[in-house]
Each structure stands twice: as C-alpha cells, then as structure tokens.
T-cell receptor, first 116, second 111 residues
Framework: GAVVSQHPSWVICKSGTSVKIECRSL??????MFWYRQFPKQSLMLMAT?????????EQGVEKDKFLINHASLTLSTLTVTSAHPEDSSFYIC????????????FGEGSRLTVL | DAKTTQPNSMESNEEEPVHLPCNHS???????IHWYRQLPSQGPEYVIH???SNVNNRMASLAIAEDRKSSTLILHRATLRDAAVYYC????????????FGSGTQLTVLP
C-alpha cells in the first residue's frame, strides 16, 4: 500500500528555535497534503492544506508566519515551526492525498515536538 | 462536512468480535464512509471504507444500513493490538478535501 513518511519522528528543541518537519509520499505523487496537530487526549485538528506549487491554505486561528509550509515537489511537503515555544509542543501529523475514485488519504507516522 | 456520532469508548474481550457503531444521519448521496484508527503515538491508519454495500477486507468488515444513516465497523476477533481510537469519517467521492476528525471511539481490549 501507499506509504507516507514523516521525519523526524520526534524532536526536542529550545524555545525560540525553529524546527522543520518533512512529509514524503514514497510511492505516489501528491498534489495535496494536509498538516494536522494533535494535543494529548484530543482529536486531530487540521492546520493547513498544502498544494504543490502554490501557497498553503491555513485554517482559522493558525498563524501562517509561525507555521511555514512548503510543498515544492509532488512528493514532499515541509512544515517549519518558527520561533517555537512550549505551547507549540504537540504531535504533528501529515497526510497525502492519492487521487482516484474515491481517492485515498494516507497518513504519516506523526512527529512529536517538545519545546523546552 | 456531514457529522458523525460515535460512542466515546467501548470495551471488548480479546478474541471476541467487536461492533463499533457510527451514526451519520445527514450523510449525502456522494459521501463515502471511511474508518480510520489511531494507535497510541502513531498517525491514523486506514481501516476500511464503503458507499452502500457491506465491505470486507483483511482488517475488518463494514456494515452499512440500508438508509445509510448509520454504519458499524466489525472486528471479527479483537486482539490487544486492536486497542486504538477508531474514527468514522464521511468524505465526498473524488474529493481532495481533508478528513475532519471527530472524537472517535476509544476501544479497550481486555485480555
């Protein structure tokens, strides 16, 4: 089956630094990828939709200057958390859409960010 | 997106069948019913999806009510590794839209 890979799977950083998380579709091309955030004991919340070759679309309340998304190729989207603070500590999950009927969404393994 | 309603939690004994219900009374004719599950500290994993007819795969079965206003995910023999949060999600055919996750059902499997 299709595989979506995230890297790193976990990262610890100091407050004020920036962290980049990669999301790759390994065996299909994904023009659309999605980034979710999940706090402990809560469900996944959509942060933004990443479209290859164009600007990402952010959900209400998500700061686009803080969560930079780049989708420069059909197999790679990156999420950069800029000037991270402890409240940004969370589980970040990406998904990639493989077209078809009905098409499928495949999820990465998730990346756990801890900001000290 | 049409909304789904699931019980917050369910328990099952190991090696017994589990029936996870989902209500989606406002489902539209083009909505597929998808089930995903999320194991602790992992991304969601696809389980099964269907439109009108019941579906079977190696992981589970999906029973869809005739009026499509509800569905049931069936795990035929629960194992400890099936302990997860199960999400029932509706998505329109051919749509590249994101999946909207509800709170899901936390399944506990007792040894």
């Amino acid at each position: 089956g299709a595989v979506v890979s995230q890297h790193p799977s976990w990262v610890i950083c100091k407050s004020g630094t920036s962290v980049k998380i990669e999301c790759r579709s390994l065996d299909f091309q994904a023009t659309t990828m999605f980034w979710y955030r999940q706090f402990p004991k809560q469900s996944l919340m959509l942060m933004a939709t990443s479209n290859e070759g164009s600007k990402a679309t952010y959900e209400q309340g998500v700061e686009k200057d803080k969560f930079l998304i780049n989708h420069a190729s059909l197999t790679l989207s990156t999420l950069t958390v800029t000037s991270a603070h402890p409240e940004d500590s969370s589980f970040y999950i990406c998904s990639a859409y493989r077209g078809g009927n009905p098409g499928e969404l495949f999820f990465g393994e998730g990346s756990r960010l801890t900001v000290l | 997106d049409a909304k789904t309603t699931q019980p917050n939690s369910m328990e099952s004994n190991e090696e017994e069948p589990v029936h996870l219900p989902c209500n989606h009374s406002t489902i539209s004719g083009t909505d597929y019913i998808h089930w995903y599950r999320q194991l602790p500290s992992q991304g969601p994993e696809y389980v099964i999806h269907g439109l009108t007819s019941n579906v079977n795969n190696r992981m589970a079965s999906l029973a869809i009510a005739e009026d499509r206003k509800s569905s049931t995910l069936i795990l035929h023999r629960a194992t400890l590794r099936d302990a997860a949060v199960y999400y029932c999600i509706l998505r329109a055919s051919g749509s590249a839209r994101q999946l909207t996750f509800g709170s899901g059902t936390q399944l506990t499997v007792l040894p």
